[in-house]
């Protein structure tokens, strides 16, 4: 069964989405890039406002930046993290760095890597490359995201082929994938071709742009479209 992944800015957002459906909540701010972090203090907020069942995610930001460590070490009681891995074309031993940060998260944390569609954009590894090193890291989920917000969504970078390609990768290496990547309402069904554990928005589930505020009907919505979907595949076979 696929699942709704919801990014949230605060915890007022998390409300929004976890009544809206939402399966997951995940924390960033929008406003630093595609896995933006959000001040340790909004995750505690946010943690505390949602159901102790609804688990929590967080964006730490890009492996490359200066203050990446000491966010690290303020993770706890979140059941995901990721590290984005933009301009580790440019760092020497980008793999030997990232177990290094993602192996100082709490052992109860689970590693999600993340792989961008447009990772020349993000002079970063390609989404194969991610996955193949994500073993190594203790990962057991692949994102699959954009770097690049105004630059096309998942669909716009890699074709149907290249993705069925990492799925059928990621179910031989026993790691879930996870797609994200400014899906819209109108590709979630496309999305859910692929057979990903997680569909994760944010923009779609926004009043306006994702710099805008959740709204719980919007999530509702997509809950909705993801239900509807699966429930004629099983109808169909």
């Known amino acids: 069964m696929t699942g709704l ?3 949230v800015r605060d915890a007022k957002e998390a409300q929004q989405a976890v009544s809206g459906g939402a399966d997951v909540i995940d924390v960033k701010e929008p ?3 595609a896995l933006g972090a959000a001040d340790p203090t909004v995750w505690s907020q946010v943690r505390r406002a949602i159901p102790a069942d609804v688990p929590l995610s967080v964006a730490l930001g890009e ?3 200066v203050d990446i ?6 993770v706890t009681a979140i059941e995901y993290a ?3 891995l933009a301009g580790c074309l440019d760092l020497a031993h980008w793999q030997r760095r990232w177990e290094q940060i993602l192996g100082q998260l709490p052992a ?3 590693r999600v890597a993340v792989a961008y569609a447009d990772h020349r954009a993000a002079r970063a590894p390609n989404p194969l490359e991610v996955l193949r090193a ?10 699959l995201d954009t770097f690049k917000k105004d630059q096309g969504d998942l669909f716009e970078h890699l074709d149907d082929d290249q993705l069925s390609h990492l799925a059928r990768e990621c179910h031989a290496a026993n790691i879930a994938l996870a797609l994200a990547g400014s899906l819209r309402p109108t590709s979630i069904d496309h999305a859910l071709s692929f057979v990903p554990a997680l569909i994760a928005v944010r923009g779609a589930a926004c009043l306006g742009d994702r710099t805008g505020t959740i709204c719980q009907q919007l999530v509702k919505r997509l ?3 993801i239900t509807a979907n699966l429930e004629g595949d099983l109808i169909s076979h």
């Open 5 to 7: 992944l919801v990014s």
């Open 31 to 33: 406003a630093h890039g």
């Open 63 to 65: 492996l490359t930046d």
């Open 69 to 74: 460590d000491e966010r690290v070490r303020c």
């Open 82 to 84: 990721k590290v984005g």
């Open 108 to 110: 109860e944390t689970k």
């Open 134 to 143: 994500a073993p190594a890291a203790n990962c057991r989920t692949l994102l």
């Open 223 to 225: 809950k909705g479209r």
